[in-house]
């Protein structure tokens, strides 16, 4: 019985392991196929951002695609500002000034990113953030609240008083302060608009380069495991 142990199964140890080399190749091509459209993703995203594309009309704007040029009227929210810490820019910490505009009565407001300030050394004022109630037409693009991984505690650390200092808040939690809905988007305000603060806005993401070196990586895998797949089998080792 020893003897015909190792034949007990010639079928499956015909079609076996072919069909774990394909399913392996399928699954690296795939993979590759994967990074090389993420690449072309990320290109897009770069070509939208340092184009010259038209403004898109807020009213207009369907799909809210990461850095699209958008425009928008309305008129501020005149004392209701958030205030984003923990912001480093050139090795200073510093608030990003989120404002909201109202662009029709009993529309979700827009979030205005006017960029970033440096937080006040002792004995500093704290930077002047009042705006005019007057309609105006504003232009960016755009964007979302800063994230992160894992935020300690609450978003916000002084939900009484205006301006309101607050920790990587999301959407929602700003509409909670706000009383109101807001859009789940964030306008990027463009630097040569009035009324805004440090603005250098750079798609943070890997660029495509890294994404077609993976799919080097993925298609060289899948190239290997057919080899080895004909040489295998021009050997007879897929066969009983």
Sequence with gaps: MNDATPNKNPILRRIVPPLASIALAIAFA???YWQVQR???KRETEALFEGSAHYTQLANLSVPTQYRPVEARGRYLVDEHVLIDNIVRNGRIGYFVISALE????????????????RPDRGEDRPELSLDG????L???????PRVGIRSGEAFANPGDWP???VYPNEDEVAAQLGRPVLPFVLLLDPDEPDGFGRDWRPQQAGPMRHYGYAVQWFALCLT??????WHYRRGSFRP
């Design 30 to 32: 795939s993979l590759g």
């Design 39 to 41: 690449a072309a993703e």
């Design 103 to 118: 662009t029709a009565a009993g529309e979700p407001l827009l979030l205005v990113n006017r960029g970033w300030v440096a």
């Design 134 to 137: 007057e309609w105006r037409s």
């Design 139 to 145: 232009h960016g693009r755009v964007g979302h609240l």
């Design 164 to 166: 309101r200092i607050a």
């Design 225 to 230: 495991v057919i080899a080895l797949s004909v």
